[in-house]
């Protein structure tokens, strides 16, 4: 027999296109009804593509046909646009964090690509050229942002309203799980949860006055990154992959997830796109030029091809991120610095 319960369990077969949670959790379906065995469902959504309503009412359509019995299916929908942006700002100021210009996020479709390591130095190659930089680690559930910034012993303080004080170190103002968590102790949440913890830290801390703030994303395409650009007007995104097939696949999936959202896409980084031996020889260890293939096939900028360096991952793990050393003298450094210039004039 077709009931409420039954309709919502083949809901949950329905993703949002370009992400791994369904319809059912997002909270979009805003009403269920079933007449014997006719079923109607209202979805409300606030998008400006389409494409997404149409992919939405064909996943509904498919999933609801497989009931036993189904009969008139009727699929309405609320759409609603997103804030529109205030004249001469490019935020929209039910979105905006106050006193903060632009709004990066970095990520990536896998885990293991070096996506932290980029969103740091980014982050601090940023504030080498003078602009007041904040970087917020959105990945939850393997935080490596207090580690990478040697301030894992530093725990952020709150204001008696409750708001969340930054770390500052390297120039940079930081907020992170890792500065919350003891060192072996994981973070156990399920996702509504989560979701709450990274609205607090991009709503609830005192950035204060920032040019840019750079969001470290957790890896994928899941509820955390959804509610990130539904809370916030990100106004760009740098994709990091490595050369590897295996890293581009998912690398077009955030890609798609981002032009699905609408929000732009500033470039591509390849990691990990060689090791050079002192003797100056290139090893191409994960492949050679996908990276730039890829921003190519999708028409966006390659931002960056960052090597594969003993002295990088080394000074991650003390504390000491690449990018402060002096771009004249070191050439990660320097890739860093081109990648920081790449964002800023992608963002302005």
Not at 160 to 167: Q, Y
Not at 223 to 243: E, F, K, N, R
Not at 286 to 294: P, S, V, Y
Request: net charge negative; proline share 6%; glycine share 10%.
């Amino acid at each position: 027999m077709i009931n409420e319960e039954s309709v919502r369990e083949k809901l949950r077969q329905v993703n949002y296109p370009g992400f791994s949670r369904d319809i059912l959790s997002f909270g979009l379906v805003k009403r269920i009804e079933v007449d014997g065995g006719d079923i109607t469902v209202l979805v409300s959504l606030a998008t400006r593509d389409p494409a997404v309503p149409r992919a939405i009412h064909q996943g509904i359509e498919e999933a609801l046909a497989t009931l036993e019995g189904a009969g008139k299916i009727v699929i309405d929908f609320d759409l609603k646009d997103p804030p529109e942006p205030v004249a001469g700002n490019p935020t929209a100021a039910q979105m905006s964090i106050p006193g903060v210009k632009k709004i990066v996020a970095v990520a990536s479709g896998k885990g293991g690509v070096g996506k932290s390591t980029v969103a740091t130095n980014l982050a601090i190659a940023l504030a080498r050229t003078g602009a007041r930089v904040g970087l917020c680690d959105c990945d939850l559930y393997g935080p490596s942002i207090a580690l990478m910034l040697g301030a894992a012993d530093q725990q952020p303080m709150a204001t008696d309203r409750n708001e969340i004080v930054p770390i500052e170190a390297h120039g940079i103002k930081a907020i992170s799980m890792g500065f919350l968590l003891e060192d072996d102790s994981p973070v156990i949440v399920r996702g509504p949860l989560a979701t709450r913890y990274t609205q607090q830290f991009l709503r609830q801390c005192l950035w204060g006055d920032l040019d840019c703030l750079v969001l470290d994303l957790p890896p994928g395409t899941g509820d955390i990154q959804l509610t990130i650009v539904q809370t916030v007007a990100v106004d760009g995104s740098v994709i990091v992959t490595t050369p590897q097939e295996v890293a581009l696949i998912d690398a077009r999936k955030a890609v798609s997830m981002f032009q699905k959202v609408n929000v732009p896409i500033s470039g591509l980084v390849e990691n990990m796109a060689w090791f050079e031996c002192d003797h100056g020889t290139k090893y191409p260890i994960f492949g050679e030029g996908g990276g730039k293939a890829e921003a190519e096939r999708l028409g966006v900028p390659l931002l960056a091809q960052i090597p594969l360096d003993i002295e990088t991952r080394a000074r991650a793990d003390r504390g000491e991120p690449v990018a402060l050393l002096d771009p004249a003298a070191n050439a990660i450094s320097a890739a860093f610095a081109r990648l920081a210039e790449g964002v800023m004039a992608a963002v302005r």
